[in-house]
């Protein structure tokens, strides 16, 4: 039985969490948006006969962004005891808070057994959260505590990718795990404007990579192309081993928000199956490195 542990995905309480990126109105007005807008479990993380889910590793996923211990509290009584029993959990986190709050309310969220790090979502605002007043005291208290602090920004922002180093190169207990493959361009070959962008993905890594606590998991997909294709993921998965080495690089699924192109199985089943891994290299990228860069006992 091949063990996995999968380090990226969200489950949603639609009755007790906020969830305001999934209503409707607000952003973003994804037209198939309506697929993911529904309670997920453990239960629903269905594999292969051959594969099994050993843990798994829960990003903050809006719950509630002002008090984000609601959203642990929730997992761990919810889900505690559940068939999967192992999980850990990175919680929400604002950068841009004021010191004294932002360390009440990491607090709080150590109290909880399952939380490992953080996250606040950068995206296009990546150089200004990362400039605002508080950014370098509250990255500086998440290495004192020896946390992980997820990145999750277009890679292809060489400007952010610069302050980035700049900030993190310091905080050696601080590790920093690279969200969704730092979004690699995925298009139709022969578009010279996409080769310019893959090229600008591929530098940003290279020097983010000589961070020492730097890792990166490969998961959505589908955030950029609905339809992509194994090939695409299997290039992009070989050329961050090149870039990460097999120690540093994690599969990952992003579910739900998979389902807007296959089934949570059929996923892990590409990893398996078509990405030209051998058996030990997909047990470090499915289960070894999680299992160690995630701190499961």
């Keep these: 039985m091949t063990q996995i542990i999968d380090p990226h995905l969200h489950l949603f309480d639609l009755n007790r969490g ?73 919680a929400c986190a604002d950068l841009t808070l004021e010191p004294a709050k932002f360390e009440q309310q990491l607090n709080k969220l150590l109290a909880f057994s399952s939380v490992v790090g953080v996250r606040h979502i950068l995206d296009e605002d990546a150089v200004e959260i990362l400039k605002s007043p508080f950014a370098d005291s509250n990255l500086n208290l998440l290495s004192k505590h020896s946390l992980i602090f997820e990145l999750q920004m277009p890679i292809t922002d060489e ?30 070959s022969g578009d010279s404007s996409n080769e310019a962008k893959y090229k600008r993905w591929r530098n940003s890594l290279s020097l983010l990579a000589q961070l020492p606590n730097a890792f990166i998991k490969c998961s959505g997909w589908e955030m950029g192309v609905r339809q992509y294709i194994a090939q695409q993921v299997a290039e992009v998965v070989q050329e961050l081993i090149g870039i990460f080495g097999e120690e540093k690089v994690m599969l990952a699924s992003n579910f739900p928000l998979t389902l807007f192109t296959r089934s949570y199985k059929e996923l892990w089943q590409l990893y398996q199956d078509q990405l030209g891994l051998n058996a030990l290299q997909f047990e470090r990228l499915a289960y070894r490195n999680a299992k160690r860069i995630y701190r499961f006992g």
């Design 18 to 90: 906020d969830y305001q990126w999934l209503q409707p109105s607000n952003p973003p007005f994804w037209p198939d948006k309506a697929v993911i807008n529904r309670d997920f479990a453990p239960s629903d993380l269905a594999l292969s006969s051959t594969q099994t889910l050993a843990g798994f590793v829960h990003i903050e996923a809006g719950f509630d962004n002002e008090q984000p211990w609601q959203e642990i509290a929730w997992l761990e009584n919810a889900f505690g005891n559940s068939h999967v029993q192992k999980f850990r959990t990175i």
């Design 159 to 188: 400007s952010a990718v610069d302050l980035v180093i700049s900030k993190l190169k310091a905080l050696s207990n601080l590790s920093i795990i690279i969200n969704h493959a730092g979004f690699p361009p995925l298009a139709l």
